[in-house]
Each structure stands twice: as structure tokens, then as C-alpha cells.
């Protein structure tokens, strides 16, 4: 009898459009990742000069650069050859000195081909929602972690941004401004168009996933969750009659979601 095929992985990287995502996230991070994300994400990190960082789905680098400039040595994995080259090239700007520039590397986060043991942490950055199993960007993390070594995880809340099955609402009787969602414990992906309003056929796929689908996946490679963070909007609205309950339901409803999980120490 034939085995049955298995279905090829889905790309879901950012690859058919570099100069897209570049223009996006520019630089530097877009602003929410300059305001929010990034510090939060390097907090978390616990950053010392020397230590050995793995990017995960690092795109044009901006995690590395920030990682390099507090003396970390970085290591970025991208499976879009456009970002890659991207980051490599803005390497060429960064001070030559004590700490590597940081190495990127051409590579499906799913199939990680790392020394084991050999990082002080890793993150993934808002791109674990793109990816699909999760479970061997995992496995290949928690081979690649020194033991006590720390993941940081963040993404979109998947609590309250849902794509297509969340959205805001007002209520005109208590002039309130809320969170509206319609789904939330099937996973399921959803297409992500790279021009929204256009909707010129250029898309890639996030996939919804309940929290406890993440705590599962960690948890079965070895990874103990220590740290959970809740992230809300920087944002604020100046004028206008809802102004003050749009910047109380940015305060109160989070739209980041940061886990950090950690190898554990051998027994001894």
C-alpha cells in the first residue's frame, strides 16, 4: 500500500514582499515595536553584554541590532531570503568593536539546525502567529538553549485580537468603548493581505491559536513558563466626544501578549 503524502508546509513568511514589510517595519521597529514591543521584549530578555541571543523569524534584523548594541552577540533566522539580505546589509552601518556583528542565517524556524546548548536566550517577535506547527519551532529553541536559558514569545493578544473575529465596539447607553470577539478556542488561519483595502491577491496566513495551545507546545519540550506579560496600547486620542473612553479601553484591554519560558537546570 502507498504511504499517503504529507502536505508541504505553508509559506507564511514575508518573502514575496520585502520591500512591503521593510517600508512597514523600517529600520528601527514600527512604532508600536519602538513604543511597546522592543523594550518589553529586551526586559524580558534580561540582556548582558556577551551573552549568546537567537532571534527567531528575525525579518531585516531590528531585534539583533538592538541586541548588539547592549553587547549582545546576535543570531538571526529568517526563512525570507529578501529580509535576510536586508539585515545583512544594514550590518554595514553598526560600530565595529568588542561585540560580532550579528550573524544571520538563511533557515525555516521550523527546522532549526542549531549547536544545542549554545544560546543564552532567544525571542520570537511577533511572528510566532504566522508560523504553523508550532511545535518544532519549539523543539529546535529548547535544543538550541543552554539550561536556565530564557524564550521570549510575543504576539498579537490572541485573546482580544482575533483577525477577522474581533473588532472594536460603542455602546451609546454607557458611552463605552469595548472589545468586541466572536471566536476565540478553535484555532484556525485566517489571510493577512499585505496592502489592506487593496486586497490585490498578495497575502500570507496568521493562525489563531487559544493561549493554552502555546502553553501546551512549551511545556511539552521542556520549557517552563516563568513570566506572562499583558501589553496595552501606547496610543492615545487628544479630541473628540469618545476620547476618554477610547483611551480607557486601550489602557484596560491589552494588545500584546508576551510569555517567557525557560530551559530548566539539570538536576543534580
Same mark, same amino acid.
Given at each position: 500500500?502507498?504511504?499517503?503524502?504529507?502536505?508541504?508546509?505553508?509559506?507564511?513568511?514575508?518573502?514575496?514582499?520585502?520591500?512591503?514589510?521593510?517600508?512597514?517595519?523600517?529600520?528601527?521597529?514600527?512604532?508600536?515595536?519602538?513604543?511597546? %514591543?522592543?523594550?518589553?521584549?529586551?526586559?524580558?530578555?534580561?540582556?548582558?553584554?556577551?551573552?549568546?541571543?537567537?532571534?527567531?523569524?528575525?525579518?531585516?534584523? %531590528?531585534?539583533?541590532?538592538?541586541?548588539?548594541?547592549?553587547?549582545?552577540?546576535?543570531?538571526?533566522?529568517?526563512?525570507?531570503?529578501?529580509?535576510?539580505?536586508?539585515?545583512?546589509?544594514?550590518?554595514?552601518?553598526?560600530?565595529?568593536?568588542?561585540?560580532?556583528?550579528?550573524?544571520?542565517?538563511?533557515?525555516? !524556524?521550523?527546522?532549526?539546525?542549531?549547536?544545542?546548548?549554545?544560546?543564552?536566550?532567544?525571542?520570537?517577535?511577533?511572528?510566532?502567529?504566522?508560523?504553523?506547527?508550532?511545535?518544532?519551532?519549539?523543539?529546535?529553541?529548547?535544543?538550541?538553549?543552554?539550561?536556565?536559558?530564557?524564550?521570549?514569545?510575543?504576539?498579537?493578544?490572541?485573546?482580544?485580537?482575533? !483577525?477577522?473575529?474581533?473588532?472594536?465596539?460603542?455602546?451609546?447607553?454607557?458611552?463605552?468603548?469595548?472589545?468586541?470577539?466572536?471566536?476565540?478556542?478553535?484555532?484556525?488561519?485566517?489571510?493577512?493581505?499585505?496592502?489592506?483595502?487593496?486586497?490585490?491577491?498578495?497575502?500570507?496566513?496568521?493562525?489563531?491559536?487559544?493561549?493554552?495551545?502555546?502553553?501546551?507546545?512549551?511545556?511539552?519540550?521542556?520549557?517552563?513558563?516563568?513570566?506572562?506579560?499583558?501589553?496595552?496600547?501606547?496610543?492615545?486620542?487628544?479630541?473628540? =466626544?469618545? !476620547?476618554?473612553?477610547?483611551?480607557?479601553?486601550?489602557?484596560?484591554? =491589552?494588545?500584546?501578549?508576551?510569555?517567557?519560558?525557560?530551559? =530548566?537546570?539539570?538536576?543534580?
Amino acid at each position: 500500500m502507498a504511504k499517503a503524502r504529507s502536505k508541504p508546509a505553508l509559506k507564511t513568511h514575508w518573502g514575496g514582499v520585502t520591500r512591503w514589510y521593510d517600508d512597514l517595519v523600517g529600520q528601527h521597529g514600527s512604532e508600536y515595536q519602538r513604543q511597546v %514591543v522592543l523594550p518589553g521584549t529586551l526586559k524580558l530578555l534580561e540582556v548582558k553584554p556577551g551573552e549568546r541571543i537567537l532571534d527567531v523569524a528575525c525579518g531585516q534584523g %531590528v531585534l539583533c541590532r538592538l541586541l548588539h548594541e547592549r553587547g549582545a552577540i546576535a543570531t538571526g533566522v529568517d526563512a525570507a531570503v529578501g529580509l535576510i539580505e536586508r539585515a545583512r546589509q544594514l550590518n554595514a552601518a553598526l560600530p565595529t568593536g568588542a561585540t560580532p556583528r550579528p550573524d544571520y542565517l538563511l533557515a525555516d !524556524a521550523r527546522n532549526l539546525k542549531l549547536q544545542a546548548d549554545a544560546f543564552d536566550s532567544a525571542a520570537c517577535v511577533l511572528a510566532i502567529q504566522n508560523i504553523h506547527p508550532i511545535a518544532p519551532v519549539f523543539e529546535g529553541v529548547a535544543r538550541a538553549l543552554k539550561p536556565g536559558g530564557r524564550f521570549v514569545i510575543v504576539m498579537m493578544h490572541p485573546c482580544f485580537r482575533v !483577525a477577522g473575529a474581533s473588532a472594536w465596539g460603542w455602546d451609546d447607553a454607557t458611552r463605552t468603548q469595548y472589545r468586541r470577539v466572536d471566536k476565540y478556542l478553535l484555532p484556525r488561519k485566517t489571510p493577512i493581505f499585505t496592502h489592506p483595502g487593496k486586497k490585490d491577491g498578495t497575502y500570507t496566513w496568521t493562525f489563531h491559536r487559544p493561549i493554552e495551545d502555546y502553553f501546551k507546545a512549551l511545556v511539552k519540550v521542556g520549557l517552563l513558563i516563568d513570566r506572562l506579560e499583558e501589553w496595552p496600547s501606547h496610543k492615545r486620542s487628544e479630541s473628540g =466626544p469618545r !476620547a476618554p473612553a477610547e483611551n480607557a479601553a486601550r489602557r484596560e484591554i =491589552p494588545m500584546f501578549l508576551a510569555i517567557r519560558a525557560v530551559k =530548566p537546570m539539570p538536576r543534580q
